[in-house]
């Protein structure tokens, strides 16, 4: 191709002046400030902590020490300031490279003071708000009696919560399988089979689980009344599996959209037929993708199970709110959410996991 | 007769005719290259060829059978027609070795020990055989597509489609790959192959064809096609291959 004159054009564009190093010294006053209000904050809280305690020494170390953590973040914002000096001394001696990296270095230091800062404010303002008008947060929520008395009856509770999730998500993986090979069924002949399936996971997306229970654990006993005798949990283990498989089956569906069609032009062209390609190709690929949403829905059920107190079964929230109205304190609610919190967190930092562990692989790849 | 025929094929996708009435006849043991632009229709006419893709028009004939249409044993006619993909489309969850058995063990019952032996000797043969054990993302994308053309060849294939092959390879990795292609073909294995790299289609191919929005403009020998073409779009088309270097 023949060179185009004009195209580049130097008169156009100007060497730029060499940058000047970044202003440190007000971004130092600024952490400097926030560092304080946090320090005064934390140390109205512990007071407050203190005081709630009727001066008790565990209150009282454990105010000293956040007092204590909250004084940390004068130490960067202090060498924020040092840095700030550094920058106008090399400046002013001429030194504009190593003054950019001073100045670069006192912002970094200052920003550390003052994130740590903000993070000191909002602990503050967290203990202040548990611990003021006479600790009513504290009483209503964090009842350290009320959750002692109510302990054991509600761990009872949750064991329910927890077979409960574990029974309707087996089913769910089997029902969802079944619904998600009704909706990828081919041709005429599988048409009226995916519109079944099609209509069963939009109308049970639809409808609020907390209906559905309601409907099913109120309503199977009424319209078939040998259920009578059942357990009602085997009736919310109903209601959580008719819920859940639409979400799971839609889960499967994705899964299995989501490899690429040269794997099945692949397989389909080395004489593999439909369903050899589905289990030796697609299915080993899609499982791997598929577990992270599987196990985001096993922890919503899981959580899910504290809608089956609207049917008076005797599961955690069911109790904790028995005991609520006995305690006139709402600690035993608190409790239940805590038990959720144990065993929800784990999960879902393991769902991270594969998910990081899935895309550092494809990075890498 | 041709082991090949392809007689006025057709396909649409919606309004848009990507094949407008193609032939071509391979005879046995003969490289046939389709050459031309992106999207003038060679990809999708080798998919037609082992019907990845179904015909809208005309028939394919392999060994005077009809290929197209309604109640063809498509995996059966899928043993004998391989095929080799431009992006390889190995399977990322199989070591190298299982890519390669898959299809002999699963398809056509060759008991495992036996596969394997095959499956290895193959991979020797390409220099692949430490790779083995390796799954396809450790691989480069010149290995891959040895691999590919592997696992297409232990199928024992009577005619070989490659889709462009060496479109996506590192130009330092062109080159082994088409020394297999190269030692297939004086081997005597039938090819139909989609190819950008001209200087290769001029050695081993017996006929190219320069198709040109779904039509075939020009065929016969590569000395007539590349150093006396007939038609104006052949003409434009290789000198401006000629200007990236390609030939």
């Known amino acids: 191709m023949t060179s185009a004159p004009g195209l580049v054009r130097d008169d156009l564009q100007p060497a730029p002046e060499p940058s000047p190093p970044q202003q440190v010294a007000n971004l130092a006053v600024f952490a400097l400030v926030v560092d304080l209000f946090g320090i005064a904050l934390v140390v109205y809280g512990a007071k407050l902590l203190r005081d709630y305690n009727h001066g008790h020494v565990l209150a009282t170390l454990v105010g000293a020490l956040l007092v204590l953590i909250s004084l940390y973040p004068l130490w960067p914002t202090i060498q924020g300031f040092s840095g700030a000096r550094k920058r106008s001394g090399l400046l002013g001696g001429g030194q504009l490279v190593a003054a950019r990296r001073a100045a670069a270095r006192g912002r970094e230091d200052a920003s550390i003071g003052l994130g740590y800062g903000v993070a000191a404010i909002i602990v503050g303002c967290l203990m202040w708000l548990a611990l003021t008008n006479q600790g009513a947060v504290a009483d209503t929520f964090f009842r350290v009696n009320a959750w002692s008395q109510s302990f054991s009856q509600a761990i009872q509770g949750f064991w329910i919560n927890i077979w409960v999730a574990v029974v309707s998500f087996v089913l769910v993986l089997i029902f969802g399988l079944v619904l998600a090979i009704m909706r990828m069924l081919p041709g005429r002949a599988g048409a009226p089979l995916r519109l079944i399936a099609t209509v069963y996971c939009d109308v049970f997306r639809a409808i609020p689980a907390i209906v559905t229970v309601l409907l099913v654990v109120f309503g199977v006993p009424l319209a078939f009344t040998f259920t009578q005798t059942w357990n009602s949990a085997y009736l919310g283990v109903v209601a959580l599996t008719l819920t859940y498989s639409a979400y799971v089956a839609e889960v499967y569906r994705a899964g299995l959209a989501s490899i690429h069609p040269s794997q099945t032009a692949a397989a389909r062209s080395l004489g593999l037929g439909y369903a050899q390609t589905l289990r030796a190709v697609l299915v080993p690929q899609a499982v791997r993708r598929m577990v992270p949403p599987l196990l985001n829905d096993f922890i919503s059920l899981q959580k899910d199970t504290a809608l089956l107190s609207i049917a008076a079964i005797p599961e955690v929230l069911t109790v904790t709110k028995l005991w609520e109205s006995k305690l006139f304190t709402l600690a035993p609610v608190t409790l239940a959410a805590v038990f959720f919190i144990i065993i929800t967190i784990p999960q879902a930092r393991f769902v991270d996991y594969l998910v990081n562990k899935d895309a550092a692989k494809r990075a890498g790849g | ?247």
């Open chain 2, 1 to 247: 007769m041709a082991f090949l025929e392809i007689k006025d094929v057709r396909k649409s996708y919606g309004d848009f005719e990507v094949l407008k009435g193609v032939s071509i006849n391979v005879e046995r043991h003969e490289v046939v290259c389709l050459i031309g632009a992106s999207g003038s229709g060679k990809s999708t006419l080798l998919r037609c060829v082992n019907q990845l893709e179904e015909v809208n028009g005309g028939e394919i004939l392999i060994d005077g059978d009809t290929v197209t249409g309604a109640g063809v044993d498509l995996n059966r006619l899928r043993r004998d027609v391989g095929i080799v993909f431009q992006s390889y489309n190995l399977f990322p969850h199989m070591s190298v070795l299982k890519n390669v058995m898959l299809a002999p063990t699963m398809v056509a019952g060759v008991n495992g020990k036996e596969a394997k032996e095959k499956a290895m000797a193959l991979l020797e043969s390409v220099g692949m055989a430490e790779k083995a054990g390796s799954y396809p993302d450790m691989l480069s994308g010149g290995q891959q597509q040895r691999v590919a053309i592997v696992r297409a060849l232990a199928m024992e294939p009577r005619i070989m489609l490659l889709d462009e092959i060496t479109a996506a390879l590192d130009p330092e990795l062109v080159g082994d790959v088409l020394e297999i292609v190269r030692q297939l073909a004086h081997d005597g294995l039938t090819m139909l192959l989609a190819t950008h790299e001209m200087g290769f289609a001029k050695e081993v191919a017996s006929k190219v064809c320069f198709l040109e929005q779904g039509a075939i403009l020009e065929m016969g020998p590569p000395k007539d096609i590349f150093e006396n073409p007939q038609e104006e779009r052949t003409q434009q088309f290789l000198s401006r291959v000629v200007k990236s270097g390609r030939l």
